[in-house]
Nanobody
Framework: VQLAESGGGLVQAGGSPRLSCVAS????????MGWYRQAPGNQRELVAT???????TYADSVKGRFTISRDNAKNTVYLQMNSLKPEDTTIYYC?????????WGQGIQVTVSS
């Protein structure tokens, strides 16, 4: 199983990058997919999730700015990030979950410059 994140890097405040996570080795369409983030010294926190049926949840800190979506034909989950703030700087992780099965990507750095 592999979850490969891409799309991060250095972004200016107010920018709108899109993260992608391509999954392989799983039946992607039946998994709940999510984006999480973890700053140094902090616990990993939920950013957004999307179920196999397309229902979404968001952290309060990103509601109205971030949008999670999925393309089952491409085994890919996206995180569209708008109106980025310096406090969004951290490592973002992709997660695939189903019942008691849980997979994580390696993480991708997003750095927001003010």
């Amino acid at each position: 199983v592999q979850l490969a994140e891409s799309g991060g890097g250095l972004v200016q405040a107010g920018g709108s990058p899109r993260l992608s996570c391509v999954a392989s080795g799983i039946s992607f369409s039946i998994y709940t997919m999510g984006w999480y983030r973890q700053a140094p010294g902090n616990q990993r926190e939920l950013v957004a999730t999307i179920t196999s049926g397309g229902s979404t949840t968001y952290a309060d800190s990103v509601k109205g700015r971030f949008t999670i979506s999925r393309d089952n034909a491409k085994n890919t989950v996206y995180l569209q990030m708008n109106s980025l703030k310096p406090e969004d700087t951290t490592i973002y992780y992709c997660r695939a979950t189903r019942a008691y099965t849980n997979y994580w990507g390696q993480g991708i750095q997003v750095t927001v410059s003010s």
